[in-house]
């Protein structure tokens, strides 16, 4: 066993059980602030694995402890400051905050959703690779009318190496297979078409994609209501 675990209870404690909202920005800048050697406790009343893969790519280790049971401590322990390949510090662009909507529910049915999300998304050598998930993810989405979900999609994919002109072929397929009324009516005004557009605006004028990633999360991100799965009153 590692020495750092044998410290761990000096780690300096962040209980998010009782935040409402997404708190994943404020515990990752506090991350990136920690020095190798260092570490944090984080207190959740459900497991938070899609924090771990997150934590990961900024070089940290950890350890979870079920203390009770709607209590979790994950100590985190910086091994090597890492810099990540995307925005914001994280693997994957606009992490499930929608997993804190269940918590308001019950904590056990966020216990039974997180599992399944990491079955789904984190799963060790897939089939189906990463890029297609989120394509196939994206077109479910546009099928179902959840275009909030699509524009996620969408950002995620273009984050991990989706072409514009994959992009093109997708949305030429939306009008095949949703109709031209469907199109001009639901997908055009979307946010979805949206962040596609500025895609293809930035790529125009020769922005490199990491740019073109954190501005799509910045204009179609959390902050977005039609995107964000937070609740976030209009003004």
């Known amino acids: 066993m590692s020495n750092w675990k044998d410290n761990k209870e000096s780690f300096e404690v962040v209980d998010v059980r009782g935040i409402r909202g997404n708190f994943l920005p404020m515990l990752m800048a506090k991350a990136k602030k920690k020095a190798a ?103 479910n989405g546009v099928g179902g009318g959840r275009f909030r979900q699509a524009t996620r999609e969408l950002i995620k994919a273009y984050a991990f190496g989706v072409t514009s002109e994959v992009l093109d072929e997708l949305f030429e397929l939306f009008v095949w297979n949703q109709g031209v009324g469907t199109f001009a009516s639901e997908i055009g005004p979307s946010p979805l078409f949206g962040a596609y557009k500025l895609i293809k605006k930035l790529e125009a004028k020769g922005v490199e994609r990491s740019d073109i990633v954190r501005e799509l999360i910045e204009k179609f991100g959390e902050k977005n209501p039609d995107v964000g799965t937070m609740y976030r009153a209009r003004s």
Not at 39 to 63: D, K, N, R
Not at 88 to 117: H, Q, R, S
């Open 37 to 139: 050697g260092e570490g944090m406790c984080v207190v959740q009343s459900f497991e938070p694995i899609p924090l771990y893969s997150a934590m990961e790519e900024l070089g940290f280790e950890h350890e979870t402890v079920k203390a009770a049971d709607n209590e979790y401590r994950v100590y985190f322990h910086r091994e090597e400051v890492k810099q990540p390949d995307l925005p914001g510090g994280m693997d994957v662009p606009l992490k499930p905050t929608a997993i804190l909507n269940f918590k308001e529910i019950a904590d056990e049915l966020a216990n039974i959703v997180v599992p399944f999300w990491k079955l789904i998304w984190e799963r060790e050598n897939p089939a189906i690779d990463q890029r297609t998930r989120f394509l196939l993810s994206l077109a």
